[in-house]
Nanobody, 124 residues
Framework: QVQLVESGGGLVQPGGSLTLSCVAS????????MGWYRQAPGKQREFVAT???????EYALAVKGRFTISRDNVKNTAYLQMNSLKPGDTAVYYC??????????????????WGQGTQVTVSS
């Protein structure tokens, strides 16, 4: 089982910055995809950014140019640097990890893991 713990959320004024962190532990594969999703009240969870172990990244159009995802594969930690924050960025931000099973009989099954979420509020 993989566990993910996020931190770094809080209240920030429009135009400000925050950096989120996510520490992964447990049965980690040598290759995985870590990323960030967010969910506002009454809305579905939406994709923000992901980074594979090899460094390949994807970003949602809404955050491209403002957010930067990074990861430390030694520490099994992912980060999300958020700049030029807008009120529309207000949401609970969830860390995610996707990987195939680490046991022989689970190697063809992809598993999705989620952190508990951290609140980001952008308001003046």
């Amino acid at each position: 089982q993989v566990q993910l713990v996020e931190s770094g959320g809080g209240l920030v004024q429009p135009g400000g910055s925050l950096t989120l962190s996510c520490v992964a532990s447990g049965g980690l594969s040598d290759y995985n995809v870590m990323g960030w999703y967010r969910q506002a009240p009454g809305k579905q969870r939406e994709f923000v950014a992901t980074m594979e172990t090899n460094g390949d990244t994807e970003y949602a159009l809404a955050v491209k140019g403002r957010f930067t995802i990074s990861r430390d594969n030694v520490k099994n930690t992912a980060y999300l640097q958020m700049n030029s924050l807008k009120p529309g960025d207000t949401a609970v931000y969830y860390c995610s990890l996707k990987q195939y099973g680490t046991e022989y009989y689970t190697r063809d099954t992809q598993y999705d893991y989620w952190g508990q979420g951290t609140q980001v509020t952008v308001s003046s």
